[in-house]
């Protein structure tokens, strides 16, 4: 796909539903009891592959569009999947349901695409072998394809190395199998999706500062459930405001979580014109409508308790310092390398083919802006979020800009390139 110079990108858009909480949805609709209706549900192919493996679970999950029914089987009533469970591209997905099925009366095998089997499961398979999980990787890599034998587990109080919610998340929800309270301590708070929704469906937790901690339980309530916009999608309209001369964009329907909006915060250091209107909150999470214009941009510093709350927005916030006058410099980031691909290389080798002064660190990059942006062809490495950071670099450079592998984009949000001419 081919991206030319463009301005003036003006008018609205509502970006596709929030990809952390749909997966959440068909995880916690298939435990609960009764049917889980959701309105806004992210078609994109990770949120499908979490259907389809519950779906090979025996669960019924009906989709009409972005609606979902999930007649859910109650705690214990999943099946034993005949064939090995397939994540396809999702993180998400393999780490979570890796909580649930340490806890069945069946031994299954999760797999997932060359990506998700280079991506570390050590992290989760520590913990839950901690609560007593049979969990290995095939090959002795620690990572994917896993089987895992469900074994009854005893609860925990678990120190994370890493403000991860995928971690977080895996022993929580094994933790509803548990013999006792299950707690995870983070470094920093990661986002609090499971912890809310665990809520919603009136399962007993408790969060206080970095630790979750929950109580075993019989049953959960079905909920109707209405997903937010995803701040992560909504993040390269942001940007492409922001950098692309005389433009305004209002983008509708936000998740502004608090542990999920710090690309609003590092925007308004950086001192753009934004403004976010509240509108209400949809299970406890808050949904705004986001309007940002043109702005004159300086670089910032990026680290700490800030990284998880805007960890997946950080090759498009590379984008962003590019165009703002002085250094940003992005540090406690080294957990970008373990994404769908490694994201602080990436970055910097086709950032730097377009010209900018970036800087690979151990644990981020240093980024001088300022350099104006020339074409240049773009591995996407198959990372959604790479090719939609190119896609708005590349319409901010000069002569043309060829993203290879463009068609990723379906992982989070299959209508993007759609979206993006519209505007
Ligand atoms: O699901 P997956 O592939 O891990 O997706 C990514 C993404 O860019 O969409 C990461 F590559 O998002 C993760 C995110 O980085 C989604 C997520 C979640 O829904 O719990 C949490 C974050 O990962 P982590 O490792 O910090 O827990």
């Known amino acids: 796909m081919k991206f030319t110079k463009r301005t003036a990108l003006r008018g609205e858009i509502t970006v596709p539903g929030d990809k952390s909480i749909s997966h959440r949805t068909i995880l916690l609709g298939s435990l609960a009891e009764g049917m889980t209706e959701v309105h806004g549900f992210l078609q994109g192919a990770d949120c499908l592959s979490s259907i389809a493996c519950f779906q090979a679970m025996g669960v019924t999950i009906e989709r009409e569009g972005d609606t979902v029914r999930i007649h859910g089987k109650g705690l214990h009533g999943l099946q034993a999947p005949t064939q090995p469970l397939d994540a396809g591209n999702s993180g998400t997905t393999t780490r979570l349901m890796a909580g649930i099925l340490a806890a069945q009366p069946f031994t299954s095998t999760v797999t997932g695409d060359a990506s998700i089997q280079k ?12 609560m007593g999980a049979n969990i290995v990787s095939i090959r002795g890599n620690d990572c994917a394809p896993l089987r895992i034998q469900g074994m009854p587990l005893t609860g925990i109080h678990y120190q994370s190395p890493v403000a991860s919610a995928q971690v977080k998340s895996a022993i929580l929800l094994a933790g509803l199998y548990a013999d006792g309270e299950t707690s995870v301590t983070e470094p920093y708070l990661s986002r609090n999706h499971t912890e809310l929704m665990f809520r919603a469906f009136g ?42 001369p005389n433009s305004c964009i209002t983008i509708r329907n936000v998740g502004i979580n ?14 753009a014109d934004l403004t976010v209107e509240p509108l209400r909150r949809e299970q406890s999470e808050p949904v705004a409508d986001i309007t940002v214009r043109t702005s004159a941009l300086k670089g910032t510093v990026i680290e700490g308790s800030l990284i998880p709350k805007l960890i997946d927005e950080l090759p498009i916030i590379a984008v962003l310092a590019c165009f703002a006058s002085g250094t940003t410099i992005i540090r406690d980031a080294q957990e970008l390398k373990v994404k769908e691909s490694n994201r602080i290389d990436v970055m910097t080798r ?21 350099k104006p942006l020339h074409g240049a062809v773009i591995d996407s490495h198959l990372d959604h979020r790479i090719a939609m950071s190119f896609a708005i670099a590349g319409m901010n450079a000069d002569g043309e800009t060829e993203i290879t592998g463009a068609e990723c984009v379906t992982i989070s949000y299959p209508d993007f390139y759609q979206d993006l001419k519209r505007l």
């Not at 209405?226 to 993040?235: K, L, N, Q, R, T």
């Open 119 to 130: 991506r570390p499961m050590k992290r989760i398979i520590i913990p839950l072998t901690q």
């Open 203 to 244: 399962i007993p937790i408790h969060c206080e500062g970095t630790t979750a901690t929950v109580h075993p339980t019989e049953h959960l309530t079905a909920q109707q459930i209405i997903v937010p916009g995803d701040i992560s999608s909504a993040a390269y309209f942001i940007v492409a405001a922001l950098i692309t």
């Open 258 to 271: 608090p542990t999920r909006d710090g690309i609003l915060e590092v925007c308004r250091a950086m001192g």
């Open 350 to 370: 086709h950032l730097t083919a377009m010209g900018a002064d970036v800087e690979a660190t151990d644990d981020g990059m240093i980024i001088h802006g300022g």
